[in-house]
């Protein structure tokens, strides 16, 4: 599985769009990326799935260049509610193993 | 989004004793369940995997006597501790799946060992 690289923190403010970026060179032709979210003390959640250009959801939008061997997850307009670990992930489509990388803590202030 | 519990959501036991943790699925059958462990300040690390009516698979470094994996059910899946020690205290978190699909996470289970 390809390994990821993401900055380890990341401060905001409330409102402001947030963009992290995530590095994966040596991603395989069959990989998806996928980002999570996770609160203290609580089980990690989905939040958007891509495989190239972009995508967007209710939450977030997901950036992937042409090389794939980068995304950018971003929030738009994020509150105190956004402050959380955020885990960017590749391999294949809805592959049993997932291998969680050290994560960006996202920090928001008021 | 599909919707997993369980349950404890936090123990505290004695060192030596046996503690058992649930996970369930509580809308949709998952062929594939998942436990994996987390320290303090850490990432998840993936424990094992268990299929419906077959052993666990586990990864490498973790002991399958100690950690014993049951997936009865296509709704439930049991981690049971066997003879705690304060080096097991951490937050363990399962997963669910339904076949091919996403895998949706548990709230959690935060384990003390005294």
């Known amino acids: 599985l390809a390994k990821t690289t993401q900055p380890i923190s990341m401060d905001s403010y409330e409102g402001q769009e947030v963009n992290i970026t995530c590095s994966h060179n040596n991603i395989a032709t069959n990989d998806y990326i996928t980002w999570y979210q996770q609160f203290p003390s609580q089980g990690p959640r989905f939040i958007i799935q891509?495989?190239?250009t972009k995508v967007t959801n209710e939450v977030a939008s997901l950036f992937i260049p042409a090389d794939r061997k980068s995304s950018t997850l971003s929030l738009p307009r994020v509150s105190l509610s956004d402050t959380a670990v955020y885990y960017c992930l590749v391999g294949p489509y809805n592959t049993d193993k997932l291998i969680f990388g050290t994560g960006t803590r996202l920090q928001v202030f008021p | 989004g599909a919707v997993v519990s369980q349950h404890p959501s936090w123990v505290i036991c004695k060192s030596g004793t046996s503690v058992k943790i649930e996970c369930r699925s509580l809308?949709?059958?998952?062929?594939?369940m998942f436990w994996y462990r987390q320290f303090p300040k850490q990432s998840l690390m993936l424990m094992a995997t268990?299929?419906?009516?077959?052993?666990?698979?586990?990864e490498q470094g973790v002991e399958k006597d100690k950690f014993l994996i049951n997936h009865a059910s296509l709704t439930l899946s049991t981690l049971t501790v066997t003879s705690a020690h304060p080096e097991d205290s951490s937050f363990y978190i399962c997963s669910a799946r339904a076949m091919q699909e996403t895998q949706y996470f548990g709230p959690g289970t935060r384990l003390l060992v005294l």
């Open positions: 891509g495989y190239k």
């Open positions: 809308d949709f059958q998952a062929t594939t």
């Open positions: 268990s299929n419906e009516g077959s052993k666990a698979t586990y």
